[in-house]
């Protein structure tokens, strides 16, 4: 079946690490994005990426970074500069990036901090 | 100002009832407006696009008012599985097609 999977589903970080979220998608989309979401709030858009090789800043990249090397992979580092990385994350794509097509999601990444 | 406002809520309404909300925007260049539902801690899903002339599905209807920068959602003779987080998602082409969620409106429908 064709989807979006995001690993893993829970990830606890140290103070001062970086740590890598994984989303792999077989939908053959374009487009994919990462969003944040604390808990009562809406979703904040980190990155997106129209094409492979190509990403751009949402509303809140300082402290994340991304990579688009593959069509299928859209991987998120949170870096030890995101003093407050607490949250829920979620992948989407969708098939063309033209902003008027369905969001499709992976099932989310819970990321604490010890 | 945020760029796409909502009313958190909870809104709380008794099974088969109707409730209806909105969701504002800022920018008047904003070209794609969706609404999505969200269960706890799950991803959100795709409940229904807003169209110029409105649309309807099932007991759910969404309005869409250009002039005043708002979409609404109505959901009629509500049920106890309505309940969930309903959030608005606007689309500026200008702005590279970025898609922006709104805070999420809470709804919780009692027996």
């Known amino acids: 079946d064709g989807g979006i999977t995001q690993s893993p589903k829970y990830l606890f970080r140290k103070e001062g690490q970086n740590v890598t979220l994984s989303c792999e998608q077989n939908l053959n989309h374009d487009a994919m994005y990462w969003y944040r979401q604390d808990p009562g709030q809406g979703l904040r858009l980190i990155y997106y990426?129209?094409?492979?090789?190509?990403?751009q800043k949402g509303d809140i990249a300082e402290g994340y970074s991304v990579s688009r090397e593959k069509k299928e992979s859209f991987p998120l580092t949170v870096t030890s500069a995101q003093k407050n990385p607490t949250a829920f994350y979620l992948c989407?794509?969708?098939?063309?990036?033209?902003?008027?097509?369905?969001?499709?999601f992976g099932s989310g990444t819970q990321l604490s901090v010890l | 100002r945020k760029e796409v406002e909502q009313d958190p809520g909870p809104f709380n309404v008794p099974e088969g009832a109707t409730v209806a909300f909105n969701c504002t925007y800022s920018?008047?260049?904003?070209?794609?407006f969706f609404w999505y539902r969200q269960d706890c801690r799950k991803e959100p899903k795709l409940l229904m696009s807003?169209?110029?002339s409105g649309n309807e599905d099932g007991r759910f209807t969404a309005q869409l008012n250009r002039a005043s920068q708002y979409i609404s959602l109505l959901i009629r003779d509500s049920k106890l599985s309505d309940s969930a987080t309903y959030l608005c998602v606007v689309n500026m082409r200008a702005a590279g097609n970025k898609l922006t969620f709104g805070g999420g409106t809470r709804v919780l429908v009692k027996p």
């Open positions: 989407a794509s969708t098939v063309s990036g033209q902003g008027n097509e369905k969001l499709f």
């Open positions: 807003v169209y110029s």
């Open positions: 920018n008047s260049a904003s070209q794609s």
């Open positions: 990426s129209q094409i492979v090789n190509d990403f």
